[in-house]
């Protein structure tokens, strides 16, 4: 089996197992975890897309409410406090990665048949 | 807020930006069709079918770079706020653009293959080790999952459901996102156009998003500079500092910050962040006694961190005295929803 293939594979066998979890959290688990769900339900198929994406996840917060270990001291931490030095680094990367790939760009000549690259010989 | 969940939270504002927005896309991708086969030209002749894949792709990758600029230019000109507050429809419509640009390209390259399409792009070049001839497709691919994940968690759900500290740092995505699509679009496209419009304005782009961004953290940067400390106790800074109807941001080092705020003579500090997605509540607009997150437009009353009735979200509040007329701010955090007296400082200000 190539490794496209393999990622293909498990991707596919993702896609069931988060399926699965979707079908059991939406039926059974939303209205257990989340008080302003009960009695809505026109919002959940827009759900399912998430759950198959973040299966392990969803189980893992499903348990965690379920066991009442919300970790509530959180909420209030400043998500944005990574914001500067994320951005410091990709204003770096980014640039870099653009400027190196049009600095190393081939213009293929008019008229000369193209070149595999991995036979080539320089 | 705390209502009964529905698909879509539909105003009159915001079916008036998804309007202007979905105009706005379909003009693009029927001008870039009728334009790009005799404006842009590329090494080898470009047919419809590939035409109509550059054009949602070009189309992607522009509405990646507005949504990348909302954020710090709402945070530099309030202006842009009302941007802000319709990003997420942006969000999933530039993810359907993204993977109808997919679905082009699938139909086109990959359609007759032995094997399934996707199989076949993704063995189909696989000199990793090459700048040149990179396999450009996988960068793609893995910047549509990371959008993926950001649309199928757009719903208020997620928010909750994950906590928005949780949610906040899966949406880093975006920036993963976008460096994946720079590297897909300067490894790919950009490498067989000879016009050079379209690698001017990706470089335009990329600079603008870069820029912002920097401007926007050390903005934020300047106005959290951390105060002197004494045990626990932070200075806020001095009375005649303080703006009526203003906050002061403290930067606690930790990852938390208050906002201590005048109004009507009194001061009072809640957490700067707001509990449905940690926007600067620091920058919020105060009417009465409460303050409005710049972000989502969430309330709270300043005195006890929690959102009038009936609504349920609450944030830390802090405590502070006067050394002075220095007002010190103390960095440990009451529980969310706690109520502490507002210092009278009606005198001292005047």
């Given amino acids: ?122 | 807020m705390s209502v009964k969940y529905s698909p879509v939270q539909w105003t009159r504002s915001k079916i008036f930006y998804d309007i202007v927005l979905a105009l706005m896309v379909v003009s693009y991708i029927l001008i870039y069709i009728r334009v790009s086969p005799q404006f842009l030209d590329h090494a080898r002749l470009a047919d419809d079918a590939i035409v109509r894949a550059r054009a949602f792709g070009t189309c992607a990758f522009f509405m990646l770079t507005v949504i990348l600029c909302i954020g710090p230019l709402a945070r530099l000109d309030r202006r842009f706020l009302p941007l802000l507050y319709n990003r997420r429809h942006f969000g999933v419509l530039t993810f359907f653009v993204a993977l109808t640009h997919m679905l082009y390209v699938l139909d086109w390259y990959f359609n007759f293959s032995p094997i399934p399409r996707l199989e076949a792009m993704l063995s189909a070049n696989t000199s990793y080790g090459h700048v040149l001839g990179f396999p450009f497709e996988t960068l793609g691919v893995l910047s549509l999952l990371a959008l993926a994940i950001l649309a199928a968690t757009s719903h208020d759900f997620w928010l909750r459901f994950l906590t928005a500290p949780v949610w906040k740092s899966l949406h880093y995505l975006l920036y993963a996102a976008y460096a994946l699509l720079v590297g897909h679009v300067a490894l790919g496209s950009l490498q067989s156009e000879n016009n050079p419009t379209f690698a001017i304005v990706v470089g335009a782009s990329v600079l603008l998003v870069c820029g912002l961004h920097i401007a926007a953290a050390w903005r934020e940067h300047r106005l959290a500079a951390p105060g002197a400390r004494e045990d626990t106790w932070y200075l806020a800074g001095d009375l005649k500092d303080f703006e009526e109807g203003r906050a002061k941001i403290v930067n606690f080092g930790n990852g938390r910050r208050a906002a201590v705020f005048l109004y009507g003579g009194k001061l009072s500090a809640i957490s700067n962040a707001c509990a449905h997605q940690n926007g600067p509540l620091g920058e919020g607009r105060i009417t009465g006694s409460c303050v409005t997150c710049p972000w989502h437009g969430f309330e709270y009353r300043l005195e006890d961190g929690r959102s009038p009735e009936p609504f349920t979200e609450r944030v830390p509040t802090y405590n502070l005295r006067l050394d002075g007329t220095s007002v010190l701010v103390n960095a440990v955090a009451n529980p969310p929803g706690t109520f502490v007296q507002p210092l009278e400082v009606a005198e001292q200000v005047v």
């Fill in chain 1, 1 to 122: 089996m190539t490794a496209a293939a393999t990622i293909v594979w498990i991707a596919t066998l993702w896609i069931y197992a988060g399926s699965a979890v979707a079908v059991v959290f939406l039926l059974i688990g939303i209205d257990r975890i989340d008080a302003d769900a009960r009695g809505s339900y026109t919002f959940r198929p827009l759900l399912v897309p998430g759950i198959i994406l973040l299966w392990p996840l969803v189980l893992f917060r499903w348990l965690q409410l379920e066991s009442g270990v919300d970790p509530n001291r959180s909420r209030d931490r400043a998500i944005r406090s990574a914001h500067g030095w994320v951005w410091a680094l990709l204003a770096i990367l980014i640039p870099a990665l653009f400027i190196s790939a049009m600095l190393l760009r081939q213009t293929p000549p008019d008229g000369e048949p193209a070149v595999q690259l991995s036979t080539r010989q320089d």
